[in-house]
T-cell receptor, first 115, second 111 residues
């Protein structure tokens, strides 16, 4: 398996534009997580899905952020409208949730710059 | 999930053992200790986890004190490629699967 795949790797956009980040989890995994990383706040959990259903979105900063998981092999994180303070590295991770040990695998991240 | 405390930074000489401490004094009986690391510009990577027994794998060893209030991650022969931020996380195994990251310890391995 190629691991968790995120696209694009880098995104530069102007303030006010819509941004869509994409994630393909590892095949067979049933949980998917979106994280954001900045120097000031470190790694923050934004939202996670289990079996394509959003379980906890309490980390989503505000209504400008939305995430979807239409099927087990694809998820998007959308920011509309984007603002400079959204500049960060966004990571997607997936795992197979069971009653036993769960290891999360992370993608390489998308570096977003909003100017 | 229990909170963890780690030193912000540590240095280690190449080839020597790196011992990274973690305090988790409020850990409950069924919570596990997980370690992840993040090499610059990459996503976090799983290293090891344990409940109360010491654990060893090809990457590292995990020593958990008898009262489980602290643990130490040991990289037996650190290399320059082990320079990274190391995160100690405590959570229930199988409970939602989500990981809450603290600030971690930045380990600098020096030649």
């Amino acid at each position: 398996d190629a691991g968790v795949i995120q696209s694009p790797r880098h995104e530069v956009t102007e303030m006010g534009q819509e941004v869509t980040l994409r994630c393909k989890p590892i095949s067979g995994h049933n949980s998917l997580f979106w994280y954001r990383q900045t120097m000031m706040r470190g790694l923050e959990l934004l939202i996670y899905f289990n079996n394509n259903v959003p379980i906890d979105d309490s980390g989503m900063p505000e209504d400008r952020f939305s995430a979807k998981m239409p099927n087990a092999s694809f998820s998007t994180l959308k920011i509309q409208p984007s603002e400079p303070r959204d500049s960060a590295v966004y990571f997607c991770a997936s795992s197979f949730l069971s009653h036993m040990f769960t290891e999360a695998f992370f993608g390489q991240g998308t570096r977003l710059t909003v100017v | 999930d229990a909170k963890t405390t780690q030193p912000p930074s540590m240095d280690c000489a190449e080839g020597r053992a790196a011992n990274l401490p973690c305090n988790h004094s409020t850990i409950s009986g069924n919570e596990y200790v997980y370690w992840y690391r993040q090499i610059h510009s990459q996503g976090p990577q799983y290293i090891i986890h344990g409940l109360k027994n010491n654990e060893t794998n090809e990457m590292a060893s995990l020593i958990i004190t008898e009262d489980r209030k602290s643990s130490t991650l040991i990289l037996p022969h650190a290399t320059l490629r082990d320079t990274a931020v190391y995160y100690c996380i405590v959570r229930l195994s199988g409970n939602t699967g989500k990981l809450i990251f603290g600030q971690g310890t930045t380990l600098q391995v020096k030649p």
